[in-house]
Every structure is written in C-alpha cells, then in structure tokens.
C-alpha cells in the first residue's frame, strides 16, 4: 500500500537522523548518511508515483495515535499529495547523490548530517498530514530543520543574519496558517481536513483565509513582499541544501495552498483569481528583476526562485478565476500548467543549484566577477548547467518553455471570462509574464557566459578542475529529466490529470494518445505543439552547420587590423563582468524599480590610478516595509525593557488584568 510505504519511509529517514549522529564522524559517516536517503527517496518517489498514475477511486488514508489525544495523527494520499511526494523525493534522491561527493568537502559536517533527512522526512510529512495539528506540526519541523541547515556554518555574520531573517519569517507563516487552520475549523474545532472539507464559508471569511493563506504560505515559497529571506538563506545554506530548498521545499509551500484555497476552502471568487494572479505577475517580474542585478552566482539563483513562484501563482490565479465561473477545461489547463512548472522549476532549479555547488566546491568562489572560463577546466558541469540556464529561460525543445506556454494558452482563453476585471487583467498579466520570460533569457545569459565562457579572472578559475562522478551523475540525470519531459510533455500532463480532476473536476485532453507525441492544450485548430520535432529539428540544423562550418568554410588565412572588441589584450578586465553585462537593464529598470545610482571618479590627467564606478542599488520593499517595521519593533523592546524589572505584585496585576481582558473578550464573542 502506497500510504503504509510512505510512512514507513519517513520512519526509516527519521532513523538515519540518529545514526547520522552517531556515525557523522567517521570517514565514511557522510557517505553512509546520503547513500542511505538517496535509497529511501527512490522508494518512496516509487510508491508516489505508483499511486499517482495508477490513482483509483479509492483514496488511502491512515490514523495513528500520535499528536493530540483521543484524535490522533490523520495522514492521507490523495492524487494532490502523490504529486508533490513525486517532486519532493525526486528532488531529495537527486541532492542526496549529489550530496555523496560533495559531502567529502563539507567543513560542517555534524552540523549538517543529523538535520539533512529530518528536513527530507518533513516535506514528506507536510504532504500527507490530513489534520490542522499534524500538519502544522510538520510545518514547523520543516522550518527548524532546514534553519539549523542554513545555520551549519554560523561563524560567518551573514549566514547568522540569513538564519535569524528566516527564522522570523518562518515563524510568521507558521502564524499565519494556525490562523488560517482556526478559522477553517471553525467554532466546533474541527481539526480533521474531512470535517474542515465539509462546512461552508462566507464570502468574507474566505477572503480572509486566503489572505492569510497567502501570508503563510507565500512567506515560505518567496512570494513578493516576502520573499527578503530567500536570497539570503538559500546561498547561506551548503549547496545540496539549497537545491531542496529551492527547489523543492518552495513547492511544498506551494503545495500548503493549494490544499488550503483549491480543497479545503471550497468554490472561489473571481475575485480571489485576480489577487493570486495580480501577486503572481509582480512577483514573477520583480524576481528577475532583482536577479539581474546580483553578481552572486548563488543569490542570482535564489531570485530567480522568486519568479519562478510567481509563475506558478500566475496560473494558481487563472486556475481559480476560470473554476469560479464553471469554466472546467480551462481551469484543467490552468492548473497542468501551474502543476507541470512546479515538476519543472523542481528539476532545472535543482540542477543549477548542485551546478553552482560544483563550480563552488572547485574554485571556492560564488562571484562570477572572479569568474570565467570554466568550460575548459569543467567542461561536463558547463554543458549541465548550460542545459539548465536553457530550460529556466523557456526556450524549447526543453521543459521550461512547455509550463510556460501551456500557461499562455490559459490566458489566450480570457476572453470568455465575463468579468470585465479579469479581461484586463489577465493580459496585463500576461504582458508581466512575457517579459520575465525575456529577462530571465537574458539572466542565464549573463549566468552562464561570465562562470563559464571567457578567459579565467582569477588564478582560482585557472585552476578548476571536474567536480567528482556522484555529483557529475547527479546533474546528468536531472539534465536528462528536463530534456525528457521538454520533448515528450504528453505523459507529464496524462500524469496530472487525476490531480485536476480533484481540484477542479475536470482534466485535459489525453495527450499521450495524440500523433507522433505532440500536445494539444484545447483543440488543434487553435494551439500544438511537439517538443520531440522541435528537438530532432534543432540537432539536425545544428549538426549541418557545425558540419558545413568545419568541412566547407575555406582554410585561407586572411590578416588584417586587431578588432579591439575581439579582445586583444589578454589580460582578463577586458572582458565583460556580470555587472557591466546587465548595466543596460540596470539603466532601463533600475532607476525606477531599484533606485539605481551610477558614480563615476575620474582621475585627472596624467594621474596614474584606474577610473572607478560605483553603482548604488537600494531594495525599496525592505526600504519601506521591513526596515521601518524593525525599528517599531527595535523602539517598542526598549521601551518594554523595563517590564523585566517589575516587582511580583505588579506581575500579578497584568496577569490578572490580562485574565479580565479575555473573560471581556469571551463574553463579546458568544
């Protein structure tokens, strides 16, 4: 049985917590650890999936007599959860063989082993918790184990403070989904996902769970205003780490509302589709944004999630615009579409983190400034990571670009919507779209060409050498899957059909069934598209003009005058660098988005010190919403300070008082 499987699973990943600990220090106590969660991963990616495609109409569910008294822990298996165990442990076996090798360089390695499949085992039990209590609980298990893995290395300031702000955001999700969970069970307290599936809610109080849902579980997945912890922890933490919490730990929050506003809310609003989807469109655009201008390869990565998100919530929106007006196919489309870029943005996000790890543990550097010319020194780890620079940009034949269009075909039908709100909405949100897509391109441009192409800036990109075969293995298999569901996406989207059929009661068109594998989101006289044709056409061209190039082009040498642009001088500041690369979008966007201010000091004549520019760059929502929130709350600490010094009769009045006040309060309320 699937569930059972599962369970026992987080049982087994709970075990190795212990042994992690006791063997953490011996030469092979990191090997053992990884190996062991890289096998439980696999089975239980096993039983996901195996539930998931051979989903029947019965749906497993399981009670233990853990968590509250005369309640007990509810978990169940629906086809929702199946597919997020399916991107939870394909993300968890592909980090923890990449962990193998890399583990061997880690310097914390008892800081990070006892925490590494206790965070593994709560993304699984986030997924399966069928209760308010066990899913909270989990919840938090999550939060604190992947804390203390972003702490591993706290001697260094930055980590501490990446680790203190997530810690704070965390807290206030977990805040935000209690509320969330008070207000679904209602006045009876009915804690249990059924009973909670079962009661009806007003149209303002479903407002205000999907405020609150928003607020818990976009703290989490990164959405814009709260995203300011993602690009601080995510680098902070040793690279395996960061791949599963970006890639994969961000779906479980995305997960958490989609159970909460597509399951457990009940039917939408038109309304709650424009918010989701107005959030979604500014948190794709701000992320790439925000990523463009980092010069971190690791922190470039951690923004980069932060579209991504916004991309899912985009079509999450249309999903629920589309389902509140009857709409089914549309909602099915909207949903694969959101669905499918979870699965992907789990595999190429996952394989640009390990690849950033890889060129991290070579030349121990995340500044591509001190970059470049890697693709000599590391030429297996370029051609991966260029496989993933391709798939985050939306470019076919690979499996970025299929969500991607998929979602623009949910906002081709807008149209038929009713509400003249979501008519101008929605296109305006998919202006939003096409242009994250066109600046992400231009990101992993910039990503790709400075770490790898070019000259070598620094002696320690001169020396790089290959990373070592579990991590090489590791990334080939994840390049693999996002060639392999770009070019045949037919069986991916057949896949999620019993998890839209749940959601929104309706499910797209079987693909796989469809001539020489192509897709047809809504009918073929409108939209298709084959990403295997795409593929063998774009080898077949490549090959032939690589061939004519090589064979055909004429072997006279020709001289000529030196072309200053072609590099000259071989000294490496000739190059380009990641910061004058986006110094025309800077200048586009910045100004207005960022605050951007460029200083120039120019020495005068004759002197014989370099020119310099300065560029000044200021985050205007930490500027406006954090900053001020932490001195409100830096000035109120100081000022209760003195409550710490209060004489015991004075404790027992506010206690007293504090006891009147909430009698007051009960009595209003009934």
Not at 71 to 94: C, K, M, Q, T, Y
Not at 110 to 133: E, G, I, K, T, W
């Amino acid at each position: 049985m699937p569930l059972t499987a599962e369970l026992w699973c987080i049982a087994v990943l709970l075990g190795i917590v212990a042994a992690g600990v006791a063997i953490g220090r011996s030469p092979s106590g990191s090997r053992l650890t990884y190996g062991a969660s890289l096998l439980v991963s696999v089975v239980a990616f096993g039983a996901a999936l195996d539930a998931l495609i051979g989903i029947s109409g019965r749906v497993p569910s399981l009670v233990l007599p853990l968590g509250i008294p005369w309640i007990g822990a509810h978990f169940r298996l629906d086809p929702l959860a199946s597919f997020f165990l399916v991107v939870v442990n394909l993300g968890g076996a592909a980090a923890s063989l990449y962990a193998i090798g890399y583990g061997e360089h880690e310097t914390a390695r008892m800081r990070v082993l006892p925490f590494y499949p206790a965070f593994l085992a709560s993304m699984n039990l986030v997924v399966l918790a069928d209760d308010a209590y066990t899913f909270l609980f989990s919840w938090e298990f999550m939060s604190l184990s992947s804390w203390a893995l972003v702490m591993a290395h706290h001697r260094d300031r930055d980590n501490t403070r990446a680790g203190y702000l997530y810690l704070l955001m965390a807290s206030f999700g977990t805040l935000a989904l209690l509320l969330v969970f008070g207000l679904l069970a209602g006045p009876d307290g009915a804690y249990a996902f059924a009973a909670i599936r079962a009661d009806a809610h007003t149209p303002l109080l479903a407002a205000l769970i999907l405020a609150l849902a928003l607020l818990g579980a976009g703290s989490k997945a990164g959405l814009v205003p709260l995203h300011v912890w993602l690009p601080l922890a995510h680098p902070a933490a040793p690279s395996h780490v960061s791949a599963l919490m970006s890639g994969v730990m961000t779906k479980v929050a995305v997960y958490a509302f989609i159970r909460i506003v597509f399951d457990l809310l009940g039917p939408p609003s038109w309304g709650m589709g424009l918010a989701v989807l107005t959030l979604g469109g500014i948190t794709a655009v701000m992320g790439v944004l925000y990523a463009l201008m980092q010069h971190d390869l690791k922190r470039l990565l951690a923004y980069h999630t932060v579209e991504n998100i916004g991309i899912i919530f985009i079509g999450l929106g249309l999903t629920l615009a589309f389902r509140a007006d009857g709409m089914r196919l549309a909602a099915a489309l909207a949903l694969t579409a959101a669905l499918f870029h979870v699965f992907n943005h789990s595999l190429f996000k996952s394989l640009l983190f390990v690849g950033a790890g890889a060129v991290l543990s070579a030349t121990g550097e995340r500044d591509m400034d001190k970059l470049g010319g890697l693709i000599h020194g590391m030429p297996r780890t370029a051609l991966a990571f260029l496989i993933g620079c391709v798939a985050i940009s939306a470019l076919p034949p690979l499996n970025g670009f299929v969500s991607e269009w998929l979602t623009f075909q949910a906002i081709l039908i807008s149209p038929a919507l009713p509400q003249w709100g979501l008519r101008i909405a929605i296109p305006a949100v998919g202006t939003l779209l096409a242009l994250s897509a066109a600046l992400a391109a231009a990101c992993f441009v910039k990503a790709f060409g400075i770490t790898f192409l070019g000259r070598p800036r620094s002696p320690v990109a001169e020396g790089a050498h290959e990373t070592d075969p579990f991590s090489l293995q590791a990334m080939a298999v994840l390049a693999g899957l996002c060639v392999l569901a770009g070019i045949v996406p037919g069986f991916v989207i057949d896949a999620l059909a019993p998890v839209t059929r749940l959601l929104v009661g309706g499910a797209m068109p079987a693909q796989a069934s469809v001539p020489f594998l192509s897709i047809i989101p809504i009918a073929a006289s409108r939209s298709s598209y084959n990403g295997l044709l795409v593929f063998v056409f774009i080898a077949v061209s490549a090959s032939l003009g690589a061939y004519a190039i090589h064979r055909l082009a004429s072997r006279a040498v020709r001289r000529g005058p030196a072309w200053d642009c072609g590099f000259p001088d071989p000294s490496p500041v000739t190059q380009y660098t990641a910061s004058s690369f986006a110094q025309p979008i800077r200048r586009v966007f910045g100004t207005v988005v960022f605050g951007a201010r460029e200083r120039v000091e120019m020495p005068p004549p004759g002197a014989m010190v370099a020119a310099r520019l300065h560029v000044t760059l200021r985050d205007p929502i930490w500027d406006t919403l954090y900053a001020p929130l932490g001195g409100a709350v830096g000035f109120a600490a100081e000022r209760l300070n003195v409550l710490q010094f209060l004489t015991i009769r004075r404790y027992l009045s506010f206690v007293l008082l504090a006891l009147i006040l909430l009698l007051m309060v009960l009595a209003i309320w009934k």
